[in-house]
């Protein structure tokens, strides 16, 4: 995520803090991990050893990852600085294409690619307690996105295969949100009103699960 003052009192005061490298606009990357679960449906075409496919699904997951950045008391003449942000998912969903060659009559090799898509929610905190001063916000979104994986599936026999895949998903950020004050040190139009405009940078996943399948 990356923060840039909201109006013209938070400019004047964000911009000594800058120049003192006490307030930091971007605050880094995070690795996060979580589980995920769901269904999907799809159709298959075959042609000799070869198998066209289009598919979606759709499932919850837990990931979610963070990011804190801080400064000691007495650093450049500031009071301590303490930022957090944390991005979490709540669903994702993709709607691919699938192109595979059976190298057994039981074992079908696999690409996979199309779209994405998920409800990401992210929140952001700042503070100089000595100041009293904080701010923060909250935002849920739905971003879209690509993905491309690969995947190896056996048949089990009586219309039943398992499978395991590799999905790599980029999820485009740029949702943002303007923060508002959470002391009595911030203030609309105070100085500084604490009021911060809030962007999302872009979001990567990979993705390893199996998958149970039933063919009607």
Partial sequence: MTSAPNDPATVAFNTGCITANACPQTYGSADGNGFIGGGQIGYNWQVQNWVVGLETDFQGTTTKASVTDSLPNGVFGFDPFLGTQSTRENYLGTVRGRFGVLATPT???????????????????????????AWGGSSTDVLSGWTVGTGLEWALGNGFTLAAEYLYVRLNGGNGFV???????CVPGGVPSC???????????NIVRAKLNYKF
Avoid: C, K, M
């Avoid at 009021?195 to 996943?205: A, E, K, M, P």
């Fill in 179 to 185: 923060t508002a004050p959470q002391d009595a040190g």
């Fill in 195 to 205: 009021q911060f405009r809030i962007t999302g940078s872009d979001l990567n996943n």
């Fill in 107 to 133: 074992v079908l090799l696999y690409a996979t690619g199309g779209y994405a898509y998920a409800s990401v929610t992210r929140n952001w905190f700042g503070s100089f307690p000595t100041f009293v001063s």
